[in-house]
């Protein structure tokens, strides 16, 4: 590249990673197509404590790639591939199902020239596995008297969601399974596909798999308890013998899950460099500011801070939805572990719960963020999802608008991504503080002025808009509040 145009991007405040650079391991740009329900465009669907929908129809998966490779105009080269990551694949999904699944996606990358992975989801889906969450052995509990959870919380939308109990990660019936699923049936399968694959001298089409979905011990979905006792529990802790660090110990037990699982892929064959994990954090830098801590760190993130996501026989992976100090997080824990490769296993250039715009990076820079710090992988979320009555939604602008598809297209001509300094404040950092100030100046407010049923409404509107994660509703509101503070 010509050093008076590096400099003078280095000086706008851009990075680059030269033309010639390449990585000796191909890259891919993956899209996650969801396999939860019968139709790919619905990534979960409404299964809450009911099983997932069965694996959709192989026409309805071919239409979807199609769709994928027909608009973004290139499947790439060996050194930057286009790839589809399958998922989640559940414990809802029966053996048979899995095997015959996995073998049609491998054909599907040789007939469409479109590398393939696979996503797992390694504890939350097992309504269908009654065997298992049936035998309270394999439940995990909220406090040290053994009360059990009866159903996890998850909160991927505007109302909290119950799916079935939290697995106790180290029940020996559960580990088992694990063992099994992941080497015998999924494990030998993907291996299958990867030798059909170097047959064809295509080796290059298997972009690998992500291990876990956020994996964590989450929480309880009746009381929002933090769980993990049982796991505790069966490690030789009781009430009358804590651990030392008990949140210490719960990162322990999410990490020797995730290494349970690689473990059996690698058994069957498959090469650690082609695992990812795939863990969820709240960067430290958002999480210090806010107003007040009334959990620690450990478990705000469910047990699973990014350094749970290094170990044996995989390489970490990442929800990456931008937010501030993330990627800087991300990037010391690898140098801290000395990591080469790493994936994103989940993201889109979106801050949840924000419109498009308010992440403050292009989507070419999301990119960057990720492969010129040596990400091998970065699976991109949302494509195609809610079909044609939902392509306005904010994920989907962000995903699939034109600014998207020329960042795609740039990345796979193996073209340098340009990496833009991040610009503006976030709501993340916004937000918490506004909050702050109306719960320390507003009781003398109203007392001064009388005009509680005045504001009260306000507060109503700022609390639904909260729980219901729409943050750019809750800075609206809480501007509202504040102006009335401010006169």
């Not at 009334?294 to 170990?311: I, R, T």
Request: glycine share 10%; hydrophobic share 40%.
């Amino acid at each position: 590249m010509n050093r008076f145009l590096y400099c003078t991007l280095a000086i706008l405040g851009l990075a680059v990673v030269a033309a010639g650079q390449s990585s000796a391991q191909t890259r891919y740009l993956a899209f996650q197509i969801f396999t939860g329900e019968s139709d790919p465009k619905i990534a979960i669907g409404d299964s809450g404590m009911h099983p997932l929908g069965p694996l959709p129809p192989q026409n309805e998966i071919d239409a979807f790639v199609d769709d994928i490779i027909r608009r973004i105009g290139s499947v790439g080269d060996r050194h930057h591939r286009l790839a589809v990551i399958f998922g989640l694949l559940a414990f809802d999904n029966s053996d048979t199902d899995v095997r015959r699944f996995i073998a049609k996606s491998f054909d599907r990358a040789l007939q469409k020239n479109v590398a393939v992975g696979f996503h797992i989801d390694d504890s939350m889906f097992w309504a269908r596995r009654t065997d298992l969450w049936g035998n309270p052995a394999n439940v995990e509990w909220l406090d040290w008297n053994g009360t059990r959870s009866t159903g996890r919380r998850i909160e991927w939308g505007p109302q909290p969601k119950e799916i079935p109990p939290q697995m106790c990660f180290n029940s020996k019936a559960i580990q088992a399974e694990v063992r099994r699923r992941a080497t015998e049936v999924i494990g030998k399968a993907i291996k299958a596909g990867v030798d059909q694959l170097k047959q064809h001298g295509r080796g290059d089409l298997f972009a690998g798999v992500i291990v876990g979905s956020e994996t964590q011990i989450g929480q309880d979905f009746g009381t929002g308890r933090y769980l993990g006792y049982h796991a505790l529990s069966n490690l030789g802790y009781g009430r009358n013998h804590p651990p030392r660090d008990i949140d210490s110990e719960r990162e322990k037990v999410v990490q020797s899950f995730i290494t349970l699982w690689c473990k059996g892929f690698v058994d069957a064959g498959i090469s650690p460099d082609n695992l990812y994990s795939h863990t969820a954090f709240l960067s430290r830098r958002i999480f210090e500011q806010q107003p007040t801590h009334p959990v620690s760190y450990s478990e705000f993130n469910h047990f699973a801070p990014p350094s749970v996501a290094f170990g044996p026989y995989r390489r970490p992976g990442f929800s990456t939805y931008p937010q501030p100090g993330l990627f800087d997080q991300i990037y010391s824990e690898l140098a801290r572990h000395a990591q080469v490769g790493w994936a994103s296993s989940e993201g889109t250039n979106l801050q949840l719960g924000s419109a498009p715009g308010e992440s403050g990076m292009n989507i070419e820079t999301y990119l960057a963020k990720m492969f010129n710090h040596g990400a091998i992988v970065t699976n991109i979320y949302s494509w195609g999802i809610g079909g044609d009555a939902n392509k306005h939604m904010d994920f989907r602008v962000v995903t699939e608008g034109e600014e998207a598809i020329r960042a795609y297209h740039k990345f796979l001509q193996g073209d340098p991504l340009l990496e833009a300094t991040s610009t503006g404040s976030s709501y993340l950092e916004r937000l918490p503080a506004k909050i702050h100030r109306i719960q320390s100046e507003l009781p003398a407010w109203i007392q001064k002025t009388g005009s509680q049923a005045q504001v009260e409404p306000m507060m109503q509107s700022l609390e639904a808009a909260l729980k219901a994660n729409d943050f750019v509703v809750a800075e609206k509101v809480a501007d509202e509040i504040l102006k009335l503070l401010d006169h």
